[in-house]
Antibody, heavy 119, light 113 residues
C-alpha cells in the first residue's frame, strides 16, 4: 500500500525550532515529488513547496521562501519541513503529499501534523 | 502567482440534486504544447486530508464515483456532482499545477439543504 506517514503533533513556544517528517512507503520514494501544504485553523489549503528526493531539487512558494526549509533523506524515504524560529502564526496543520506519476497534482496525502505555537 | 478564485464560497443542495462549483484562474492553465489543462479538484472532509478527485480538469482519479465530473478550459472550470449524496458533504478545492507556486482556490463548502 502506498502511504505517507507523518510525525506526531507538536506544541512549541515562539522562537523554538522544529522539524517534522513524512515517511513514504509502498513506492519508489526517490522518483516522486513530495510537497508540503499548510492549513491554518478553519482556513484553506496553501501550497508551500516541493522536493524531488532523487536529487533534492526544491521549489518554494515565495510566501514561504526563507520561512521554512524543505529537505529529504532518500536513504530512509523521508521528507522534512523545518523552522528555525517558530511564530504563533505558524500554528497550523501541515500535510505532506505526493505528486501523481504523470502530473503535479497530489494523489497521496499524509495524515497531517498539527503544529501549535504558543507561549 | 496564479490566483484561483472559486464560487460560491458555500453551497446547499438537496440530496439527489446537482451541485456545481466554479473555479477561475487569473491566467490560462492550458498548455499549448500538449493541449492539457493543469487543473485538479480535491475533496476535504472534516478531520481528513484532502482527496484527489479530478486531474487534467476532467480526468477522474481511480475509484472516484462517476457522479463527479470536471469540465472547462483555459481559465474557467467547473466541478459537477450530478446527484448529491450525503457523503459528499465536504469542502472542495481547485488547484492549478501549471506553474509554481501551485496555488489552490479558497474552497467551497458543500452542505445538504
Amino acid at each position: 500500500e502506498v502511504q505517507l506517514v507523518q510525525s506526531g503533533a507538536e506544541v512549541k513556544k515562539p522562537g523554538e525550532s522544529l522539524k517534522i517528517s513524512c515517511k513514504g512507503s509502498g513506492y519508489s520514494f526517490t522518483n516522486y515529488w513530495i510537497g508540503w501544504v499548510r492549513q491554518m485553523p478553519g482556513k484553506g489549503l496553501e501550497w508551500m513547496g516541493i522536493i524531488y528526493p532523487g536529487d533534492s531539487d526544491t521549489r518554494y512558494s515565495p510566501s514561504f521562501q526563507g520561512q521554512v526549509t524543505i529537505s529529504a533523506d532518500k536513504s530512509i524515504s523521508t521528507a522534512y519541513l523545518q523552522w528555525s524560529s517558530l511564530k504563533a502564526s505558524d500554528t497550523a496543520m501541515y500535510y505532506c503529499a505526493r505528486h501523481t506519476v504523470a502530473s503535479d497534482a497530489f494523489d497521496v496525502w499524509g495524515q497531517g501534523t498539527m503544529v501549535t505555537v504558543s507561549s | 502567482d496564479i490566483v484561483m478564485t472559486q464560487s460560491p464560497d458555500s453551497l446547499a443542495v438537496s440530496l439527489g440534486e446537482r451541485a456545481t462549483i466554479n473555479c477561475k484562474s487569473s491566467q490560462s492553465v492550458l498548455s499549448s504544447s500538449n493541449n492539457k489543462n493543469y487543473l485538479a479538484w480535491y475533496q476535504q472532509k472534516p478531520g481528513q486530508p484532502p482527496k484527489l478527485l479530478i486531474l487534467w480538469a476532467s480526468t477522474r482519479e481511480s475509484g472516484v464515483p462517476d457522479r463527479f465530473s470536471g469540465s472547462g478550459s483555459g481559465t474557467d472550470f467547473t466541478l459537477t456532482i450530478s446527484s448529491l449524496q450525503a457523503e459528499d458533504v465536504a469542502v472542495y478545492y481547485c488547484q492549478q499545477y501549471y506553474t509554481t507556486p501551485y496555488t489552490f482556490g479558497q474552497g467551497t463548502k458543500l452542505e445538504i439543504k
